[in-house]
């Protein structure tokens, strides 16, 4: 059985690519958004598609969904990071990852007597930042925290997939 979950996660995989590509504004900002909504539409795929398709499956997913609401603010890439962004930019559309640039001109020396011009140093290409702003994870690079929430729902899925397969023999 493979869940509807799995394949929304190999999508948020998908989208860390895309992050990785380091594609520059509104592009960076439209992949952050799908790349957040996908990170939590991963637990919804598990409780309202996979666990609709089994009662078995159910009692596992929400045994789990118990256990990490009573852990909360543990883990704090699920409540901080996964949950908290997805509220801020889906309900809000408040982003709360940054893209700084930096851009680096050249510099020209004008001998002011003369007037003639000399290049000092060539402009060098711009500087992307990929940071988290003001919050839990602030200054963070988000990809990283993104492939982090990858490496946590993958954890989480494979716990339930091995309790759903010893409860089936």
Request: net charge negative.
């Amino acid at each position: 059985m493979e869940l509807v979950a799995r394949q929304v996660l190999k999508d948020c995989e998908t989208a860390l690519e895309v992050l990785r590509e380091n594609p520059k504004s509104p592009r960076w900002r439209v992949s952050w958004v799908a790349t957040v909504a996908l990170l939590r539409m991963v637990g919804h795929a598990l409780q309202k598609v996979d666990a609709g398709s089994d009662p078995k499956l159910k009692r596992i997913v929400e045994d789990h969904w118990k256990r990490i609401s009573a852990s909360k603010p543990e883990p704090n890439i699920f409540w901080d990071f996964i949950d908290r962004e997805r509220n801020n930019v889906l309900k809000e559309y408040d982003v709360g990852a940054r893209l700084n640039v930096t851009v680096r001109p050249g510099t020209v020396h004008i001998d002011m007597e003369s007037g003639t011009q000399s290049v000092v140093s060539q402009s060098r290409p711009n500087l992307y930042d990929y940071v988290m702003g003001p919050g839990p994870f602030e200054g963070q690079d988000q990809r990283e925290l993104v492939s982090e929430a990858i490496g946590f729902w993958d954890d989480y899925l494979g716990e339930i997939e091995r309790e759903y397969e010893a409860a089936n023999g």
